[in-house]
């Protein structure tokens, strides 16, 4: 992308950079590729499963089939917006980020492909983000409108998603390696996606093919720090509460084959001048904005600053909205009237919380084109309703479902 510093990236050219992001995440390719480099091995005699969760499921699934002996079964489980059928594999949609009754039934069904295995058989399981919420799979006792109680309190409560991972490991019989136990006797190989921070195995689809996070106990302690344990249902109190499995979890080959980092990077290729800032731009969403907030008013510009990362929001109205769109928000809010700046942010996923947009894209006169169109952002900010704030300036990045999910970015331009 060409750039002459002292002149801002447009609107577009910054949606466009965004795009590349969320093309050097292209989960077709990095299956492929690593499909290719080290093709899947079945010992004589043995059959092959195939598994994909997530919200980059679908495609993943496509790339891996035409490199694969057939399958003895083939599933994939994605969300509503990236579900389309597929020659070869069965396609269940599901409910993200609140897990539905559609969810459930995924879950059960691959626990039924799951039972069929034996000692030479080989499961393949393509991993990507959103796969926690896609796959419910409550533990005994627990209730699909407990588990969906549990998600909601987790999501409104500012956890950052590890936190929220360990919690549902915990609360799930697939995941934090539950799949493992399911797919035994048979050897399982992971091919991953990342949408979390880091990279951590485990915290990715709250880690179906890897060991949990925490311990029961650690889980009990984390939620009373919290004060969230008296406001679990009593089910999810009562499994957090019995003992867990104590056998040893079954061997998995697992690969990281796509990151946040391996897409800020590609940004950065794509972009004369830009560099990346932070790819840590976690935690509490206020925070995260004030850090945006500081790059801005020390100025040194011209700068193009590249971010990566996944905050969290506390929950206390009643709008609609998503972290990244509250990031943009709040930057805004905090900027207001000061020229020279244009900040974006979105999910890779092309979905930012219940709604249809990704992220935002806001500059100096957001707040202006909001009070002009009637609105009171810093009303509609204490509400949580980033969205209608945002519509009423123009502001939304739409780009639709994108078939992959790699956490969210973020750029800052910034002029002379």
């Known amino acids: 992308?060409?750039?002459?510093?002292?002149?801002?990236?447009?609107?577009?050219?910054?949606?466009?950079?965004?795009?590349?992001?969320?093309?050097?995440?292209?989960?077709?390719?990095?299956?492929?590729?690593?499909?290719?480099?080290?093709p899947l091995h079945v010992p004589q005699g043995g059959r092959v499963y195939a598994l994909a969760i997530g919200k980059a499921a679908h495609a993943m699934m496509a790339a891996?089939?035409?490199?694969?002996?057939?399958?003895?079964?083939?599933?994939?489980?994605t969300n509503y917006e990236n579900a389309a059928p597929m020659d070869g594999a069965r396609v269940?949609?599901?409910g993200h980020p609140v897990p539905d009754e559609n969810g459930l039934q995924a879950g059960l069904a691959i626990q039924k492909i799951?039972?069929?295995?034996?000692?030479?058989d080989v499961v393949l399981v393509l991993v990507s983000g959103g796969g926690s919420a896609l796959v419910p799979a409550p533990v005994t006792g627990l209730?699909?409108?407990?588990k969906a109680q549990v998600n909601d309190l987790l999501l409104g409560a500012g956890l950052d998603i590890g936190a929220m991972n360990a919690i549902r490991q915990h609360l799930s019989r697939m995941k934090g390696g539950g799949l493992l136990r399911m797919a035994a006797p048979a050897t399982v190989q992971a091919l991953i996606l990342s949408d979390v921070i880091g990279d951590d195995l485990r915290a990715i689809a709250s880690g179906p093919t890897v060991a949990p996070i925490a311990t029961r106990d650690e889980v009990r302690a984390l939620l009373a720090s919290s004060g969230l344990w008296e406001r679990l249902p009593p089910a999810a109190r009562d499994a957090l509460n019995r003992k867990g499995d104590t056998t040893p979890l079954p061997d998995a080959q697992n690969r990281l084959i796509g990151s946040n980092r391996i897409s800020l990077a590609a940004m950065a290729r794509a972009c004369e001048g830009a560099e990346i800032a932070s790819d840590k731009l976690i935690g509490d969403v206020s925070a995260a904005a004030a850090q945006i907030v500081e790059t801005v008013r020390q100025g040194g510009g011209p700068r193009i600053a590249l971010f990566g990362g996944e905050t969290t929001v506390r929950l206390a109205g009643t709008?609609?909205?998503?972290?990244?769109?509250?990031?943009?928000?709040?930057?805004?809010?905090?900027?207001?009237?000061?020229?020279?700046?244009?900040?974006?942010s979105g999910g890779t996923d092309g979905r930012d919380g219940p709604t249809?947009?990704?992220?935002?894209?806001?500059?100096?006169?957001?707040?202006?084109?909001?009070?002009?169109?009637?609105?009171?952002?810093?009303?509609?900010?204490?509400?949580?309703?980033?969205?209608?704030?945002?519509?009423l300036a123009g502001d939304l990045l739409v780009t639709g479902a994108t078939g992959t999910n790699v956490a969210d970015l973020q750029i800052l331009c910034i002029d002379a």
């Open 143 to 146: 209730s699909l409108s407990d």
């Open 356 to 391: 249809d947009a990704a992220g935002a894209v806001v500059d100096g006169d957001t707040l202006g084109r909001i009070r002009a169109a009637g609105g009171d952002p810093a009303a509609l900010l204490a509400n949580n309703d980033s969205y209608h704030a945002l519509q």
């Open 1 to 38: 992308m060409d750039k002459e510093l002292g002149n801002m990236l447009t609107r577009a050219q910054m949606i466009g950079l965004f795009r590349t992001g969320v093309d050097a995440a292209d989960p077709r390719a990095a299956v492929h590729d690593a499909l290719t480099a080290t």
């Open 114 to 120: 799951l039972a069929r295995t034996r000692k030479n």
């Open 92 to 94: 269940m949609a599901a």
């Open 64 to 77: 891996a089939l035409p490199l694969l002996p057939k399958p003895e079964a083939a599933i994939v489980v």
């Open 319 to 344: 709008g609609r909205g998503g972290r990244n769109q509250e990031l943009a928000l709040r930057v805004a809010c905090d900027l207001d009237g000061l020229a020279g700046w244009r900040f974006l």
